[in-house]
């Protein structure tokens, strides 16, 4: 998802190729001179490098949309976990409290500090663990955009400047004399080579949504084994303290906000 909402702009970069060759060789009669392909082929210039500057603004423009959105999403997903967690700090007091009043023997109360403290203690390292791997997915996704971002203008800036070749050879033809038609199909091919190795280089580079899937499959991975640490000490530090009271006590649930 990833992928096609940083990037699904780049690919139209790719149509600015489409958009030169179907304006150098749009339908209309075969040209009988050097001259005349000259003439369209100035002309033609101005306005394919007005369309690939257009569509350049574009692409930064949806660029900095999509990153300021993913931003956002972000920093709403840490606000609502903040939340989450506040809650459940308020619940677990509220259960500690209720524990500290049934305590009446010294050993008791000793009891309920101790299950406190491992308490607390357990919920700070699996909040800890859920923010590191929350951390690291962010920074893996970071990474994947960024090097996609450097292939695909690498990849546009190798079609520009190969377009950039074709036409300036189109020009010296033309000053040199060469034959109207040679001209013609000559930057036809160029043009075609160029739009052909866009296309190319856009697909062999790297998928964001491929890494972005193994990377949440790592997050995953290391927030179940953050909440499975969590409630292994959960269920130690409550038999140490049923033992203590000799009987049931209420305890918070293990399977707290992470």
Known sequence: MISKKIFAASVTLALVSSILAS???????????????????????GKVDGRIGERDGNLASRRGDRLADLAKRRADRDKGLENERSEADTTRTS?????EERAKTDSEKAAVTVFENTINTAVAARRAAVNAAIAAYRVGIDAALATRKTQVDAAISTFKSSVNVAIAKAKNDCAGGVNGKTVRESLRASVKAARD???SD??????????AET????????VQKAIDDFRGTVAAATSVLKAAFGK???????????
């Open 215 to 222: 990377l949440a499959q790592t997050r995953k991975t290391a």
């Open 248 to 258: 049931s006590s209420a305890t918070p649930s293990a399977s707290g906000t992470p």
């Open 23 to 45: 304006s150098i060789f749009a339908e209309s009669p075969a040209p009988k001179t050097g001259n005349v392909v000259c003439g369209r082929l100035i002309d033609l210039v």
């Open 95 to 99: 259960h500690f409290k209720k524990l």
């Open 197 to 199: 190795k866009l296309k």
């Open 202 to 211: 856009l697909t062999a580079a790297d998928k964001v949504k491929n890494q």
